[in-house]
């Protein structure tokens, strides 16, 4: 069997633009970033705050993670898992140990508020140890990170209080 027209449409699919209007531009923002916790609105953690976990429907336990943004390329919201759209990352680290991850997702930002601020809300960041209800009233640190197209973003921390919610 010959190879050419197999090699013909891969040619001619290379030449298919993208999506329209894609901008590829990079202009210097300034930007921030901002961790938080929240499903329905973003709530704002400082250090000492509670975080509550939970346990989710399949039997593991999780926080919920959110991140708010601004100076940052929103990416794609008809595209919401499209590469080029900002990533985001979550950890719970508990002595230099980690407990709990939400590894690098890329996600479309959504508006938040009236200010301009853009970002995630209720991210799962799941615990990997085998007995999280143990972690009832312990500190952790929380983790957030967002990074764009452009390589713009940051990332925030918080020194939390693990806040078992009744079951």
């Known amino acids: 069997m010959s190879r050419i027209p197999s090699l013909m449409a891969l040619i001619a699919l290379c030449g298919c633009p993208g999506r329209d209007d894609e901008d ?4 210097t923002l300034d930007t921030t970033v ?3 916790t929240g499903v329905d609105t973003f709530i704002p953690l400082s250090d000492g705050d ?8 399949q ?3 999780h926080v919920y993670a959110s991140l708010r943004a ?15 759209n900002p990533h985001i990352w979550f950890s719970v ?41 143990t972690l009832n009233g312990t500190t952790a640190r929380l983790t957030g990170r967002l990074t764009d197209r452009c390589e713009r973003g940051g990332e ?8 078992l919610t009744a079951l």
């Open 50 to 57: 509670p975080l509550p976990f939970e346990r989710g429907p």
């Open 156 to 163: 925030d921390s918080r020194e939390v209080v693990l806040s």
């Open 70 to 84: 601004t100076g940052v390329d929103v990416g794609d919201p008809n595209y919401p898992f499209e590469l080029t």
């Open 93 to 133: 680290e508990q002595e230099g140990a980690e407990i709990a991850l939400l590894v690098d997702q890329p996600r479309a930002l959504t508006p938040l508020d009236d200010a301009g601020h853009f970002g995630v809300l209720g991210e799962l960041v799941i615990f990997s140890v085998p007995d999280p209800t």
């Open 34 to 36: 901002e961790l938080g």
């Open 24 to 27: 590829t531009s990079c202009p």
């Open 59 to 61: 039997g593991g336990y």
